[in-house]
């Protein structure tokens, strides 16, 4: 397993306590990257971000801002004072909340004297399907080409990347270019069950297809053995 490849491996901690993180941290050591997510971080507020720095983990905080332009600012100029590496917003947010939050990012985290996490945005949610997008959300466009649209309004508004589906990172890649962070959920090895996941891939194939981060969650977490889960995703990527 190189550091590298598990570097591109994020985990996320969705456990509903920060008792129940700190075990399932400490229970992996390998992992260098953990995601936390609304109930986490409900749960538990910052002080679990500063338990992971502890351990001198990575940090994704995945609190999907979505709301109007001074609100996501705000937001955003606060959660630059904790030191994580990457933030999301909603695509959907729109242009100016987008451009907002960007810029509050840097001010927040020039005041505290700290590097702004890199701000990426969610594009489609990997469970919505196509059916659910036309017909609930009832937008037009098929699934691929609207996923392309917002990564294309995040880059145009100065955003460091979007979060997709691996199954639209090839396109993403191709149009976007090669500076712009491609973070990839839906992420399953071969056998495991997708769950909600409605638009899945191996870990190889959304390597090959452009993401710079897994995130892969339940095949290693609910494992029998999670260490073992997790060194065998890395044994499958570097050998690819």
């Given at each position: 397993?190189?550091?590298?490849?598990?570097?591109?491996?994020?985990?996320?901690?969705?456990?509903?306590?920060?008792?129940?993180?700190?075990?399932?941290?400490?229970?992996?050591?390998?992992?260098?990257?953990?995601?936390?997510?609304?109930?986490?971080?409900?749960?538990?507020?910052?002080?679990?971000?500063?338990?992971?720095?502890?351990?001198?983990?990575?940090?994704?905080?995945?609190?999907?801002?979505?709301?109007?332009?001074?609100?996501?600012?705000?937001?955003?100029?606060?959660?630059?004072?904790?030191?994580?590496?990457?933030?999301?917003?909603?695509?959907?947010?729109?242009?100016?909340?987008?451009?907002?939050?960007?810029?509050?990012?840097?001010?927040?985290?020039?005041?505290?004297?700290?590097?702004?996490?890199?701000?990426?945005?969610?594009?489609?949610?990997?469970?919505?399907?196509?059916?659910?997008?036309?017909?609930?959300?009832?937008?037009?466009?098929?699934?691929?080409?609207?996923?392309?649209?917002?990564?294309?309004?995040?880059?145009?508004?100065?955003?460091?990347?979007?979060?997709?589906?691996?199954?639209?990172?090839?396109?993403?890649?191709?149009?976007?270019?090669?500076?712009?962070?491609?973070?990839?959920?839906?992420v399953r090895p071969p056998g495991s069950v997708t769950g909600d996941q409605k638009r899945a891939m191996t870990p190889t194939a959304a390597m090959q297809a452009g993401a710079n981060y897994l995130v892969i969650g339940r095949p290693i977490t609910t494992a029998t053995d999670p260490q073992q889960a997790f060194q065998q995703i890395c044994t499958d990527l570097v050998s690819a």
């Amino acid at each position: 397993m190189t550091t590298e490849i598990a570097q591109r491996i994020i985990v996320p901690l969705d456990v509903p306590s920060e008792a129940d993180a700190i075990a399932l941290i400490d229970q992996i050591p390998q992992v260098q990257f953990w995601k936390v997510g609304l109930e986490l971080f409900v749960s538990c507020g910052p002080s679990i971000l500063e338990q992971l720095k502890q351990r001198q983990k990575k940090v994704f905080l995945d609190l999907k801002f979505h709301d109007i332009p001074n609100t996501v600012a705000g937001a955003c100029r606060s959660a630059a004072t904790y030191g994580v590496d990457l933030l999301t917003i909603h695509a959907t947010a729109g242009r100016p909340a987008l451009s907002a939050a960007q810029q509050a990012l840097q001010e927040g985290a020039q005041s505290a004297q700290t590097a702004p996490p890199k701000l990426i945005a969610i594009t489609v949610l990997t469970s919505l399907s196509l059916r659910e997008l036309a017909l609930d959300l009832k937008i037009p466009l098929e699934l691929p080409e609207y996923a392309l649209q917002m990564g294309l309004l995040a880059q145009e508004s100065g955003l460091n990347g979007i979060v997709c589906s691996p199954h639209e990172a090839e396109q993403m890649r191709q149009v976007c270019g090669d500076e712009f962070l491609i973070v990839c959920p839906g992420v399953r090895p071969p056998g495991s069950v997708t769950g909600d996941q409605k638009r899945a891939m191996t870990p190889t194939a959304a390597m090959q297809a452009g993401a710079n981060y897994l995130v892969i969650g339940r095949p290693i977490t609910t494992a029998t053995d999670p260490q073992q889960a997790f060194q065998q995703i890395c044994t499958d990527l570097v050998s690819a």
